[in-house]
């Protein structure tokens, strides 16, 4: 069953920043890949970023980096998505997921190796 549970997006001024959160209440998420993905209207869900389970390792897609910036707390089995100079082009449902594997070695940004996922919490950027 899925734990996951998204919070703090919303509307923002294009060049604004918003926080996103990640709570997850079931399986403990610090031994998982944490990943972010979105999903604008029309088009398939997309990569955004991912933090491996020590949280040394990140991966970003490359219409994110330098501007969002993917965290863990594992005391609060939970990450967080920084999101900064945000565009229009942004605007989607923004997904946290874990991954399938426990203790992966590499970070993945392969949509299919995530099978829990939250329920989404729409960003509006805009001008």
């Known amino acids: 069953q899925a734990h996951l549970g998204e919070s703090g997006g919303g509307l923002v001024q294009a060049g604004g920043s918003l926080r996103l959160s990640c709570q997850d209440s079931?399986?403990?998420?610090?031994?998982?890949?944490l990943g972010w993905f979105r999903q604008a209207p029309g088009k398939e869900r997309e990569f955004v970023a991912a933090?491996?389970?020590?949280?040394?390792?990140?991966i970003y897609a490359d219409s994110v980096k330098d501007r969002f910036t993917i965290s863990r707390d594992v005391a609060k089995n939970a990450g967080s998505l920084q999101m900064n100079s945000l565009r229009p082009e942004d605007a989607a449902v923004y997904y946290c997921a874990a991954d399938r594997v426990i203790y992966r070695v590499t970070v993945t940004g392969t949509k299919n190796d995530y099978d829990e996922w939250g329920q989404g919490t729409q960003t509006t950027p805009y001008e």
């Open positions: 079931g399986r403990t998420l610090r031994m998982y890949t």
């Open positions: 933090i491996n389970w020590r949280g040394d390792k990140t």
